[in-house]
């Protein structure tokens, strides 16, 4: 047993544990004793298997005993209960009470079981490892159920007690050490049953009744007796083969025996190995119950450090997520930055990119454009010079006539000069003469001479004097210009009302009247849109303005330079002139500013020519000419590089004491030639801000300016002169729901008219100055001073500051200079309420009067 236990110690265990479960001692001893009671104690209990085996049998013997109770139990192999007055011995008695000759315990009806239980008794001796031997030949289990057929049929003993024989045929009782050896085998011969003689006649079967008047069958008494004689020999025979069997019995009885007292020997051992096991199952109960405990700290303990590393895992783990939440807000912070900035930067790119590309196709364009109109230009003069050689050839031809005519009379005169020859050798003869005389009379002679010299230089004093009573005319003649564009006025407005453009003709146009006049023009009169009066009716108003000088779309921007060629001059005389154009978006302000036939060009071209006659009068003239725009509330250089990527800064510097105004990093050119003019001017047109807008394809974004700074030296008279000349093409106005720009052009248009309120605001301030009785005239280093140039001060605040136009043109707009708007109208019938408005402007300008214009310092 203890080498099975260490041999398979889950075995062990496991039973170890079934047992705990189940009352594992009583199970045990129940099993044990269960085993001693029916084998005997020593003796090994078998395997589970044999015990299964050898499990008491449900036999019908097994069912007796069962009924019969404890008491009836047969005698065990320890021979408790050998001596019971109720063992075998008893029974035997009453089976040999039987009238049978034999005396086994066989019952009369129990024989069927006696044969039954031999195999079975057999089957045990097979479980218990015994040799196997059929007990009862097939032959024996017929011939049985033959006996207990006719058994059950007799009739002479039916009330044979069944149960009251224990005993079982097939239970060999086990003789108890203490029990008395078997007794011999007793020999039996049976006694010849009585025969009725063979001679007696069998009379016929006569039916016979047990009484006269009975029904009932009277027996046959040999019939009777033929019965018994038959049972008497099956029982002989039986009894025969019942002491055979008794002697196998006996073998099996020793076998079994030795069988017991093997078993008895290894049950000692087993019981003596059972309580060293249990010795041991107790310790080890006892070391289990330790290890439980012990394990159950630990288990606690774990489960506590398990609680502990979950609680710091939890924190960690939300210390983690914490920060990761943290740095996951910062990167997406940051990430919407980046995109952001990269998104303002590509926008900028954008905008960038496509100014310069509108840039360059402006450029293209505006080239194409110059291009054309030189051409046409060449063409034109070409025509002139046709026209002119035509007029030339005329003139010539009048010339010859002239010099065929001049011909004749020349030979009429050589003719008359050969009589006069005649006459003068006469003549000469005489003088001759005279001389012949007169050098006999040499100190009459240096008299004369003398004389001579004396009248020659009567002759240059005089025309000294000449000369300074013209210098002194030239000087009268500035002053009297002056003082006739002083009377004109100092801001003096022209309107230009421009011709349809519409090509083809179907853009209604405006009722604007401008009447026939042989004088000049200075009336306008605009039909305002019809309006609807309260009674429901249509009312049109009419609008009137009145302006120094109103041009015809007829007329051409030569007629109109005319107009503006003596403020040019005034420049030239070193005053600040100031020209610009004011209108609505499409207006013409471009067209007669900028282009090639423009304002621009045609005083340039004018102050070349007068300066290069005023060289004659001892004037020497330098130019410089700077182009520059503000757009969007800065400036920019159009006559900058076109490489600069990054473009530069400018800022507008006024010195007060000379009135001068210097933008820094500007570009100046040094205009000593005619011909730079297209160029500069072309290259200006590129870089203006355009865009295409509602009401002009290529609307000016800005206010361009162009300054040309004027400096004159008279080397005879020693005097000085500085004058500024600003040519002003003004951003188109336009109101925001006509132009319904958006973005950026709606930033460009917000800035376009805040800057020309300012300008209104700032004549308007300048005029206001003037009625009040200020400062007029006024120098605006006057009205400037003590606000730090934000206007004010004595003469009232002017705010040239407001925005970066009035602010350069600071010194050219008020007392100190000479200003000359052009209002620009659009004869459309759509433009008609930005008209309006713009001639209101102008009328508000033009009614303004500011002081009397002085020469800038340096003069
Ligand atoms: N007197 C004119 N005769 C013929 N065409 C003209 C005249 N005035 C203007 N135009 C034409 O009208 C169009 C718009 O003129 P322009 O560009 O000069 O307007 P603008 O007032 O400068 O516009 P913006 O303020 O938008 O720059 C141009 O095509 C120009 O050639």
Redesign the pocket.
């Known amino acids: 047993m203890s080498a099975t236990h260490s041999r398979n110690p889950s075995s062990f265990s496991q039973s170890h544990r079934s047992n705990s479960q189940h009352s594992r001692s009583a199970s045990t001893s129940t099993t044990v004793s269960a085993f001693s009671a029916s084998v005997g104690s020593g003796i090994r209990p078998p395997s589970v298997h044999a015990s299964s085996t050898l499990a008491r049998p449900k036999s019908s013997l097994a069912k007796q005993r069962a009924t019969r109770g404890a008491d009836t139990r047969p005698a065990t192999s320890l021979g408790t209960r050998g001596g019971s007055q109720d063992g075998p011995n008893k029974r035997m008695v009453s089976v040999s009470k039987f009238p049978l000759p034999f005396g086994a315990r066989v019952p009369v009806n129990g024989s069927a079981c006696i044969q039954k239980r031999l195999p079975r008794s057999f089957s045990n001796n097979k479980a218990l490892g015994l040799p196997l031997r059929p007990l009862l030949p097939r032959r024996d289990a017929l011939s049985t159920s033959t006996i207990t057929a006719d058994l059950a049929d007799l009739s002479l003993c039916p009330e044979t007690p069944k149960s009251t024989h224990p005993g079982s045929p097939s239970r060999i009782p086990r003789p108890s050490p203490r029990t008395p050896p078997a007794p011999e085998k007793p020999s039996f011969t049976p006694l010849p049953f009585p025969k009725i003689s063979a001679t007696s006649p069998l009379k016929p079967k006569k039916e016979v009744f047990l009484t006269k008047y009975s029904d009932l069958e009277a027996w046959d008494p040999e019939e009777q007796y033929g019965n018994m004689e038959r049972m008497y020999e099956d029982v002989c025979r039986h009894y025969k083969e019942a002491m055979e069997d008794n002697v196998e019995a006996k073998e099996i009885n020793n076998t079994y025996k030795s069988t017991v007292a093997n078993l008895e020997l290894e049950r000692k051992e087993l019981t003596e190995s059972m309580i060293a096991l249990r010795c041991e199952l107790e310790t080890t109960k006892y070391r289990l119950e330790a290890a439980e405990r012990t394990n159950h700290e630990l288990k606690r303990d774990n489960e506590e450090e398990v609680e502990d590393l979950k609680r710091e895992h939890r924190i960690d783990c939300e210390s983690i997520r914490q920060s990761h939440r943290s740095d996951l807000d910062r990167l997406k912070a940051d990430h919407r930055e980046e995109i952001r900035e990269l998104k303002r930067r590509l926008e900028d790119e954008l905008e960038g990119e496509r100014s310069q590309r509108l840039q360059a196709l402006a450029q293209v364009s505006t080239q194409g454009a110059l291009e054309k109109q030189r051409h046409e230009m060449d063409l034109q003069s070409k025509d002139q010079e046709i026209r002119t050689i035509g007029m030339e050839v005329e003139r010539l031809k009048a010339d010859l006539e002239r010099e065929k005519s001049l011909n004749d009379e020349l030979r009429q005169s050589l003719a008359s000069a050969g009589t006069n020859a005649t006459a003068m050798e006469n003549s000469r003869q005489a003088l001759q003469a005279k001389i012949e005389y007169l050098e006999s009379d040499n100190k009459s002679q240096s008299e004369a001479y003398a004389a001579m010299e004396r009248r020659m230089n009567e002759a240059l004093e005089k025309a000294t004097e000449c000369e300074e009573k013209l210098r002194k005319e030239e000087m009268h003649r500035r002053k009297l210009h002056n003082q006739v564009q002083e009377l004109k006025g100092n801001i003096r407005v022209f309107c230009?009302v421009?011709?349809t453009?519409d090509s083809d003709q179907t853009e209604e146009t405006a009722k604007i009247t401008i009447p026939d006049s042989e004088e000049e023009t200075k009336d306008i009169e605009v039909k305002g849109p019809d309006e609807t009066n309260s009674l429901g009716k249509i009312t049109t108003k009419t609008h009137q303005f009145s302006f120094d000088r109103v041009f015809d779309?007829s007329?051409?921007?030569a007629e109109i330079f005319e107009e503006i060629s003596q403020l040019i001059q005034s420049a030239l005389d070193g005053y600040n002139v100031c020209i610009f154009?004011y209108?609505?978006?499409?207006?013409?302000?471009?067209?007669?500013?900028s282009?090639d036939d423009g304002m621009i060009p045609r005083a340039l071209r004018q102050i070349y020519s007068t300066s290069k006659e005023l060289e004659s009068r001892g004037w020497t003239y330098t130019m410089e000419g700077s182009f520059v725009e503000v757009y969007n509330e800065e400036l920019r250089d159009l006559l900058g590089k076109d490489g600069d990527n990054c473009p530069k800064k400018h800022e507008i510097r006024h010195d007060m004491t000379t009135c001068e105004t210097t933008i820094t990093d500007v570009t100046t050119l040094n205009l000593d030639s005619q011909d730079q003019v297209e160029g500069i001017l072309a290259q200006a047109m590129a870089r203006r801000s355009?865009a295409a807008?509602k009401?002009?394809?290529?609307?000016?974004r800005s206010h361009s300016v162009f300054i040309l700074k004027l400096a004159g030296y008279n080397s005879i008279t020693g005097k000085k002169s500085k004058g500024t000349l600003n040519l002003v093409?003004?951003?188109?106005s336009e109101r925001l729901s006509h132009s319904k720009v958006e973005g950026a052009r709606l930033k460009e248009t917000q800035n376009i008219n805040k800057s020309l309120s300012c300008l209104g605001d700032v004549i308007g301030a300048l005029g206001q100055q003037q009625a009040t009785g200020g400062v007029g005239g006024l120098n605006p280093r006057e009205s400037v001073n003590g606000t730090n140039g934000s206007g004010g001060g004595a003469g009232g605040h002017i705010p040239y500051r407001n925005s970066k136009l009035t602010y350069l043109l600071q010194f050219s707009l008020g007392g100190n200079s000479k200003t000359l708007m052009f209002v620009?109208v659009a004869p459309e019938k759509k433009c008609l309420a930005e008209t309006i408005t713009s001639l209101k402007f102008a009328d508000k300008v033009s009614r303004t009067r500011i002081g009397v214009a002085r020469k800038t310092s340096g003069r």
Do not use: C, H, W, Y
């Open positions: 230009r421009r011709p453009i779309p007329s051409d921007n154009a209108g609505q978006t499409g207006s013409g302000k471009t067209f007669t500013m282009s355009v807008t009401a002009n394809e290529r609307s000016s093409d003004l951003a188109g620009m």
